[in-house]
Antibody
């Protein structure tokens, strides 16, 4: 069974930093691309970042470019999101989501339960 | 950036009825459109990919159609567990993988 478990969320002041983690199990983590997708309270879904299976390709949404860094450790079956210079508008539930197989990697076929990040003074 | 517009914003139906949800793209996305279901307090779940392909484990009452700019998600006969928010998402212009704003399907 595919499982994705996020951690690391919490309350942080504007301008602060936070590192999210996603522990994966039930599939060959090193064979799949991974993503972070967020959802502000009461709002819709926003894709945040993508990392290929080998970490050779990385993409970011314009809203987080230059502030967030995605990474992964295939030996530890883990995905990370380093978030710096946090803003009020970064407040959201952050989901890690697996990319689909091969040409379907821009489809998010499994999702974690999410971790809440609150940016507030 | 491709914008996806979903309609209606809210759909009120009764169990057993047929639901038809729409997603319109600001430019052609070919068949590269997916649908997700999200229940309160839960993560989204992939239902349909590439317009008409059901994801693993998705019941046959869910079907998708369309191409180009106009897409439809149909639930043939609503079950109580189908009342949720539904999002469409395009992968034609990737990144970003833009989502629609969602349609809330509520019990009438």
């Amino acid at each position: 069974e595919v499982q994705l478990v996020e951690s690391g969320g919490g309350l942080v002041q504007p301008g602060g930093s936070l590192r999210l983690s996603c522990a994966a199990s039930g599939f060959t983590f090193s064979s799949y691309s991974m993503n972070w997708v967020r959802q502000a309270p009461g709002k819709g879904l926003e894709w945040v970042s993508y990392i290929s299976s080998s970490s050779s390709t990385i993409y970011y949404a314009d809203s987080v470019k230059g502030r967030f860094t995605i990474s992964r450790d295939n030996a530890k079956n883990s995905l990370y999101l380093q978030m710096n210079s946090l803003r009020d508008e970064d407040t959201a539930v952050y989901y890690c989501a697996r990319g689909g197989w091969l040409q379907l990697e821009a489809i998010f076929d499994y999702w974690g339960q999410g971790t809440l990040v609150t940016v507030s003074s | 950036e491709i914008v996806l517009t979903q309609s209606p914003a809210t759909l009120s139906l009764s169990p057993g009825e047929r639901a038809t949800l729409s997603c319109r793209a600001s430019q052609s996305v070919s068949s590269y459109l997916a649908w997700y279901q999200q229940k309160p307090g839960q993560a989204p779940r992939l239902l349909i990919y590439d317009a008409s392909n059901r994801a693993t484990g998705i019941p046959a009452r869910f079907s998708g159609s369309g191409s180009g700019t106009d897409f439809t998600l149909t639930i043939s006969s609503l079950e109580p567990e189908d009342f949720a928010v539904y999002y469409c998402q395009q992968r034609s212009n990737w990144p970003p993988g833009t989502f629609g704003q969602g349609t809330r399907l509520e019990i009438k």
